[in-house]
């Protein structure tokens, strides 16, 4: 874990606000992944929100229901589908004053500060800037910005939900890291066992 300080008042993270992805099936992890204990927090969602809320504007979880043990501000996607696509959609429907946000989901709490800073600091002038990792690309941990919004209403409308697919139609900027270490999500119990492990 990266412990770096940063001085929150001079940071460009404060410039947009930044949205977890929290309204996934978690089918693999055989429960709801975002709420599995993590650290010294009752769950995984709530050490992602807390740790991350003092670098950006305003912070929001996205969602299907308020299913957690702390006040935090959620943007409701109230579909019956399960698709990041549809969250993405009710994020910059919700968002409407904002320019861009920053996503990044519940499961990858290894992130750094400094990704997600040279992320923002790469995203001018694309749709959308997400980062690339040796063995992955990582579509739903970057910027996204409202010019996707009319595209996103048409790939919804065909019943296209791959986040791949908006991206491979858009001016995007894929920002590469070294590892894949710290962009690690959790899909399977052994996953969070081991990142359980790593963490402390």
């Known amino acids: 874990m990266n412990n770096t300080k940063f001085n929150t008042q001079h940071s460009t993270l404060k410039s947009i606000p ?11 992890m055989g429960k709801d992944k975002s709420l599995l204990p993590f650290g010294d927090y009752s769950s995984m969602i709530e050490y992602q929100y807390k740790r991350l809320k003092p670098f950006f504007k305003n912070i929001y979880i996205s969602s299907k229901t308020n299913k957690f043990n702390f006040n935090a501000d959620i943007i409701y996607d109230d579909s019956d589908v399960y698709s990041p696509m549809i969250a993405l959609k009710s994020i910059l429907e919700y968002l409407t004053e904002e320019e861009k946000v920053f996503i990044i989901t519940v499961d990858t709490p290894m992130v750094s500060i400094e990704a997600i800073e040279h992320l923002i ?6 749709d959308a800037t997400v980062a690339q990792s040796p063995t992955k690309t990582h579509n739903l941990c970057g910027v996204f910005t409202h010019s996707l919004y009319k595209s996103i209403v048409q790939v919804v409308k065909n019943d296209i939900h791959k986040i791949n697919f908006l991206l491979k139609n858009s001016n995007v900027n894929y920002v590469i890291f070294d590892t894949d270490d710290q962009f690690i999500n959790i899909n399977q119990p052994y996953e969070y066992e081991n990142l359980l492990a790593t963490y402390k």
């Open 18 to 28: 930044c949205v977890i992805l929290s309204g996934g099936k978690s089918s693999r």
């Open 121 to 126: 600091h790469n995203s001018k002038d694309y």
